[in-house]
């Protein structure tokens, strides 16, 4: 596990800046929520953290290390986004096990990883299907499943709740807690929903315009006036 380090970390684009001098510190193993309007910025921290944006100025450490140039594939950092693309051909279990064949682990390290993150994410009875045999929020259980299945020492969410309905965001919301109360992964969470930010994070990062406004935990930045 590790900590997350952004210093000055900055995005420009040819007419637009995406982000700027964005500064914060993730300790190993909380889990922090970003949120702020659309266009803020948030894709674009998450992206660069993940190594898919590259950052026109600043520093990135995930640990002592300094990921400056570092490819995305080289990070020990998992994302899931919005629209969770699950190997339609694949059944669960070899969804699940698709990062750890990747990184050829064992196949007996593989069955029992598999096994202890189906266990996690109550999806246990569903490892021999194939994708458009389940329900969404099935579907999204295996997304998260596999993306922790080689047990990243970042986990990055961008909105991951978002195309659930009311119930199923709900339920999937305090299995999520309960996750990362079991694995305690470094975490960074990108939402527009208000119970979500107050329910899953530790501190809440809040940006406008692609600058940071404020940090503080859920009961500062949610105190009513
Ligand atoms: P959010 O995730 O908060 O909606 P983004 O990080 O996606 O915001 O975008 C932040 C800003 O950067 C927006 O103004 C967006 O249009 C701009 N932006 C993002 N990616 C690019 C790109 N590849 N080229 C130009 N502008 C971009
Ligand atoms: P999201 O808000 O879900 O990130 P967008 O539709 O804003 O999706 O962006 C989709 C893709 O287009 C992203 O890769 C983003 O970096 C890029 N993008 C966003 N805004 C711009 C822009 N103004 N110019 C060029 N590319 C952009």
Redesign the pocket.
């Known amino acids: 596990m590790a900590n997350v380090r952004l210093q000055g970390i900055t ?1 420009r ?7 700027e001098n964005i500064t914060f510190e993730v300790p190993d193993g909380e889990f922090w929520v970003m949120v ?12 660069t953290i993940a190594g898919l ?1 590259t950052a026109t100025g600043g520093n990135l450490y995930i640990g002592d290390t300094l990921m400056n140039g570092v490819p995305a594939r080289a990070r020990d950092v998992a994302m899931v986004f919005q629209n969770y693309a699950l190997y339609p051909h694949m059944t669960v279990a070899e969804n699940l096990a698709f990062g750890l064949r990747m990184r050829s682990f064992e196949k007996k390290m593989v069955r029992e990883r598999v096994e202890t993150v189906a266990r996690s994410l109550d999806i246990s009875h569903l490892l021999d299907r194939k994708p458009k045999q389940l329900s969404g929020g099935q579907q999204q259980r295996v997304a998260l499943g596999r993306a922790i299945a080689r047990q990243p020492q970042v986990f990055l969410l ?1 909105e991951p709740l978002s195309n659930l309905d009311a119930q199923l965001r709900d339920d999937t919301r305090a299995e999520l807690k309960q996750l990362h109360q079991k694995v305690g992964i470094t975490t960074i969470y ?1 939402t527009h929903d208000q119970v979500e930010a107050m329910t899953l994070a530790d501190q809440i990062i809040v ?1 406008n315009q ?1 600058r940071i406004q404020q940090i503080g935990d859920p009961q500062n930045i949610y105190a009513r006036p």
């Open positions: 995005r684009f040819t007419n637009t800046t995406a982000i702020g309007p659309s266009g803020c910025g948030k894709s674009t921290i998450l992206r944006e961008d990108v940006l692609g």
